[in-house]
């Protein structure tokens, strides 16, 4: 895996979210890595609160390709990421930009985000691989901190 994210000419997985998210078809909620034929592929999941339906999209890395994409409704009561899309939505946030709060001074590749709700509080994810180490961080979408109960390493 570390040797597919150091290539060079890849586009950042931010990149390539932030071409979506400028199309306004929803709000990102989740980010993972795939490798396809030895080829690094990213994977999104993005909620439409207002058409109530859930994306799930395959972008190539190398040149943001949109590989596949499909939708389907989803009941409203039923995804624990609501809480954080809503709040995300209500202070003006897009995935992207949270992902760049939250790695502010951090090292590493991005392999996977995901927003999550949980004791109260609504939070991202997030994995970092560098050197073959991974880390795993949380931060605070209502308080834009790194959350230091939920670090895990």
Excluded at 81 to 86: E, G, I, K
Aim: charged share 20%; proline share 3%; with cysteine.
């Amino acid at each position: 895996m570390q040797s597919l994210l150091s290539q060079e000419g890849l586009l950042t997985p931010v990149s390539v979210m932030e071409k979506w998210e400028q199309q306004d078809l929803g709000t990102i909620c989740g980010f993972n890595l795939d490798i396809d034929n030895e080829q690094l592929v990213y994977l999104f999941s993005a909620i439409n609160t207002k058409a109530k339906l859930l994306y799930k999209l395959e972008y190539n890395a190398a040149d943001g390709q949109l590989l596949a994409e499909s939708s389907q409704p989803y009941d409203g009561d039923s995804i624990e990421q609501l809480h954080a899309v809503s709040l995300m939505l209500k202070k003006n946030l897009t995935f992207s930009s949270l992902i760049n709060l939250a790695t502010q001074n951090k090292s590493g590749h991005l392999i996977q985000a995901e927003l999550d709700h949980d004791l109260s509080i609504s939070y991202l994810e997030l994995k970092l691989l560098n050197q073959q180490q991974q880390k795993t961080i949380a931060f605070d979408i209502e308080n834009l901190r790194p959350l230091p109960l939920l670090k895990w390493d």
